[in-house]
């Protein structure tokens, strides 16, 4: 599965697998915030850092272009991990 935000944390894309996970259609993610895909606990940290990156306190190159793996949720409220 794959999906792909830009700096804002905007999702550009996601592919069929990713979809068929989530049981999100792709019209419903595209140009939405990646945080609505977390749990409250990493919403907070995801927006921490991006708060930081738009302020100059962390650098652009520590946040991304890294893969990260988090609990993912679903459309159904459903965890995965």
Known sequence: P???CNDSGYIES???LFCQMTN????????????????????SIHDSYLFQLEKGR??????????????????????IN
Do not use: A
């Not at 999100?24 to 990646?34: A, G, T, V």
């Not at 946040?63 to 459903?78: A, E, M, N, V, Y």
């Open 24 to 43: 999100y259609q792709k019209n419903e993610l595209i140009s939405k915030k990646i945080d609505i895909l977390m749990i409250q606990e990493h919403r």
């Open 58 to 79: 962390i650098s652009s190159k520590n946040f991304f272009g890294h893969k990260r793996i988090i609990p993912l949720l679903c459309q159904d409220s459903q965890l």
């Open 2 to 4: 794959s999906i792909v």
């Open 14 to 16: 996601v592919n069929n």
